[in-house]
């Protein structure tokens, strides 16, 4: 799920030859478009796998099937970037069809640091707290990909999921992301939600500079009388959201006010 923010960056991306996109029917302002779900298959290979089924839509989940199988693929692996609805939902549906677990963090399915194996697909599991706590990215050996869940988006900026998610968390995970890039060069972004980006860098330092003005314009409505009362920060800091995601604001709101408690060191 994402807090939407007028970014309007137009997004890119002309698909790897080792992913596709399917757009699962579930546009809204907490979704975007819809939700992305990626089935990886390298070129040539007969081992598929699934990142983020998405919501119980027996019509995107039919596609997925038959994306996924076609030219007499095999299913390898069924994987979550978290455990959110408008992610999961038609895990126990595929699960059923394929007869394959779901494997994710929240699950214990897997682990941060570990490596994934099919024909020609090697994926490295990296766990990266902050949207959930059981929030993960997977990097693609074989291309330089990194599929982000709501970690990072193809468009606006993600929405922290507290007490689950917490600000704390996500912060590291941006920096652990920037050093990953710097470690191992350039990847394209490919989001839960919204398009897919060449780069990734450019949107992790736009990410931590909008967390870093939001932290300070919270503090000063904090301090300017606010306190802690998140109805009246929420509305003087978020004034310029529609009524749609402000729910999701009220969370981000105390998120932040739990970072600042233990972190008020801007």
């Known amino acids: 799920m994402t807090l939407l923010e007028q970014s309007q960056s137009p997004g890119?991306?002309?698909?790897?030859?080792?992913v596709t996109v399917l757009r699962a029917p579930n546009?809204?302002?907490m979704t975007l478009e819809g939700t992305n779900t990626y089935i990886l298959?390298?070129?040539g290979k007969k081992h598929s796998i699934i990142i983020d089924p998405g919501p119980a839509d027996p019509t995107h989940i039919a596609t997925i099937l038959t994306t996924a199988t076609s030219d007499e693929a095999e299913i390898s692996h069924l994987l979550l970037t978290h455990h959110h609805a408008d992610h999961a939902?038609?895990?126990p549906l595929i699960e059923k069809a394929t007869g394959l677990q779901a494997l994710s963090i929240g699950t214990s399915t897997l682990t941060d640091g570990q490596t994934l194996h099919a024909e020609g697909l090697t994926l490295h599991v990296i766990a990266t707290p902050g949207h959930t706590a059981d929030s993960t990215t997977f990097r693609l050996h074989e291309a330089p990909l990194l599929f982000t869940g709501d970690t990072i988006l193809g468009r606006g900026t993600t929405y922290l999921d507290y007490p689950d998610g917490t600000l704390t968390d996500y912060l590291d995970t941006l920096h652990l992301l920037i050093d990953l890039l710097r470690d191992k060069g350039e990847h394209a972004l490919l989001p839960g939600h919204g398009p897919t980006r060449p780069h990734t860098a450019p949107i992790l330092?736009?990410?931590?500079?909008?967390?870093t003005t939001r932290l300070r314009q919270i503090r000063?409505?904090?301090d300017s009388g606010a306190g802690t009362d998140i109805?009246?920060?929420t509305n003087n800091v978020y004034r310029?959201?529609?009524e749609s995601v402000l729910a999701a604001a009220r969370i981000c709101v105390a998120a932040q006010l739990d970072h600042l408690r233990h972190h008020d060191t801007l």
């Not at 890119?12 to 080792?18: K, L």
């Not at 330092?205 to 967390?211: E, G, L, T």
């Open 89 to 91: 939902a038609a895990v």
């Open 220 to 222: 000063a409505a904090r």
């Open 240 to 242: 310029d959201q529609p």
């Open 231 to 233: 109805e009246a920060i």
């Open 41 to 43: 298959r390298a070129p």
């Open 27 to 29: 546009p809204g302002p």
């Open 12 to 18: 890119d991306g002309a698909p790897s030859p080792f």
């Open 205 to 211: 330092n736009a990410y931590i500079q909008h967390r």
